[in-house]
């Protein structure tokens, strides 16, 4: 059964390949073509701010949030939208330029080049294509990272600090930096070592091959990022005995939710913002709520964030998105092997020609993404469509609870999670007027507003039900 699903597989590959055959064979002014492409969507991305900018020079909040908000608020929370779309707009523009530059001058070249040396340093030769490719993937990270770190210091030190979220010291900065670097070597070297050695070892019909070792990976990551290395960075602990704790607790209880482990996460420690969510593999999940999140609410409102987050679970949302991913993930590996031996594509980026007569996988990789990135941007529109169709999934959810439970206590869940939401957005100083464009490209969840809207709507429809099912009983 496998064999034939397989051989079916490679037979649409094959025919997919037939067609791009001249990726491998014609003389294609890549470079070129990448260069508008990533001007196109920096260019449009800067034309969805300048939408956007006009937006916080309004006074007033919307209507339905005019009891919620107070004047100096909100006026506190249109500063802030304003000094972010600036510092997006200035920093967008200058990281392309910068990449712009790095693409028309060879630094992906120079980075092999340099990862050459490195790995000959060691006594190592060209035939080490695998050692070569890991001193090149973190020599071209290492000099592509270096222009950002005064934006991300400005953006820490200044913005952050000016609008009072920032926690951090510069120690910590830098510890966390390092930190970082530390642990994506780490894990980048041997999933680079793994990811190629797959292409080495399954020739020509790496597709699926490749496809599972991804799966296992993501998989893996799901349970180290948030036990081992989260706590690299911030320190859980058990969520104390209290009220909020039996609240979930007895929830999770009543939803035969799989909870393992509670715990409450420093996350003053570097910003004033807050959060709440849940990880895990079936049958053993983990709810980390912010310390943040708890001192801003009442217990019975972070109760009816984690009724929405537990609504994700409920109806399979992170499965539905790991789907998705691997459909993705699919669709860009079929189109890959036409790129994978292609001399004219790494000609095109400045790759001497022996190099580009047998092209490095790891360089023909990242060329290929490269070339994707205005059909990402499509892509990226319509993840956030999805994402925002699941959130909506999640509030009706929590609203109705008291039906699906048939608890009396959870009548008023859409009320708390509506407080819950603007009190978030409140001490978030998050932008409450969004241009719909704007939205769309960029967020992944509902505007508050919308979401407040839709809550009104999931409360009525939820009474409705309730009402219908104790006039049955009746």
């Not at 006009?54 to 919620?68: I, Q, R």
């Not at 890991?134 to 592509?144: D, N, R, Y």
Request: glycine share 6%; aromatic share 14%.
């Amino acid at each position: 059964m496998l064999g034939n699903v397989l051989g079916l597989l490679n037979t649409g590959l094959d025919a997919v390949q037939a067609r791009l055959a001249w990726v491998a064979t014609d003389t294609v002014n890549w470079k070129f073509y990448l260069q508008v492409c990533s001007w196109s969507v920096c260019l449009f991305e800067s034309y969805l701010l300048l939408r956007q900018f006009p937006l916080y020079s309004k006074t007033e909040p919307p209507p339905v949030l005019a009891d919620h908000f107070k004047p100096e608020t909100f006026k506190k929370s249109q500063a802030y939208g304003k000094d972010k779309a600036k510092f997006s707009l200035v920093s967008g523009i200058y990281k392309q330029i910068v990449d712009s530059m790095f693409l028309q001058y060879g630094l992906m070249a120079w980075s092999w080049k340099t990862g050459g040396k490195i790995t000959a340093l060691l006594g190592y030769g060209p035939e080490y294509e695998i050692l070569q490719s890991i001193a090149f993937a973190f020599t071209l990270f290492f000099v592509s990272s270096i222009p950002s770190l005064p934006l991300s210091w400005y953006q820490t030190f200044v913005l952050e600090e000016k609008h009072g979220f920032n926690k951090m010291t510069p120690g910590l900065f830098f510890t966390d930096m390092i930190k970082s670097w530390a642990i994506g070597f780490a894990i980048g070297a041997p999933f680079l070592a793994g990811f190629l050695s797959v292409f080495k070892w399954a020739g020509k019909r790496f597709v699926p091959w490749l496809m599972a070792f991804l799966l296992i990976f993501q998989l893996s990551m799901v349970v180290l990022y948030p036990t081992v290395i989260q706590p690299l960075f911030n320190k859980l602990s058990p969520l104390p005995a209290g009220e909020l704790r039996t609240r979930i607790e007895e929830l999770a209880v009543k939803l035969k939710f799989p909870l393992k482990h509670l715990y409450e996460i420093d996350g003053s420690k570097r910003s004033s913002h807050s959060n709440a969510y849940f990880f895990g593999l079936p049958g053993k999940k983990h709810i980390v709520i912010f310390d943040t999140l708890i001192k801003q609410s009442k217990p019975e409102e972070v109760e009816a964030v984690l009724a929405h987050e537990l609504g994700h679970w409920f109806y399979m949302h992170p499965s539905q998105l790991l789907l998705l991913s691997q459909l993705h993930i699919f669709s860009i590996l079929a189109l890959f092997p036409a790129f994978l031996r292609a001399p004219p594509l790494l000609r095109a980026f400045d790759f001497p020609p022996v190099v580009a007569a047998k092209p490095p996988t790891i360089v023909a990789f990242l060329l290929y993404q490269m070339l994707l990135t205005p059909l990402e941007a499509v892509v990226g529109i319509a993840m956030n469509a999805v994402s925002r169709k699941f959130e909506y999934e999640a509030d009706r959810f929590a609203c109705e609870l008291q039906t699906k439970l048939q608890d009396q206590n959870m009548g008023d869940m859409g009320s708390r999670l509506g407080r819950a939401l603007v009190t978030l957005h409140v001490e978030n100083l998050s932008t409450v007027w969004v241009d719909w464009l704007y939205s769309a490209y960029h967020h992944s969840h509902p505007t508050l507003t919308e979401r407040l809207r839709a809550l009104e709507g999931f409360k009525g429809a939820a009474i409705a039900a309730q009402s219908a099912v104790e006039k049955k009983e009746l």
